[in-house]
């Protein structure tokens, strides 16, 4: 979950580190924050878990853009 600060280009500034470093985006969400008028929040799932260095490096990056940065949940892929 990324708390962004409302301003133009914020949406590409959060997707263009996913990009760069070829992280497959699976789903994008946004909600209206609680924290004020025209502020959101995304909800972004993605191939990848926290502990791979190149996740951890967008997540990095994230963090530094973001006025607020929550992972929810990372798992490994299920083996069948």
Known sequence: ???????????????????RHQIDLTRLETRPSRT???NYVFFIDFKGHRDEPKVAAVLEEVQLRAADLRVLGSYPIGVL
């Open 1 to 19: 979950m990324v708390a962004m600060r409302n301003q133009p280009g914020t949406l590409h500034a959060l997707l263009e580190p996913f990009h």
């Open 36 to 38: 004020g008028v025209w």
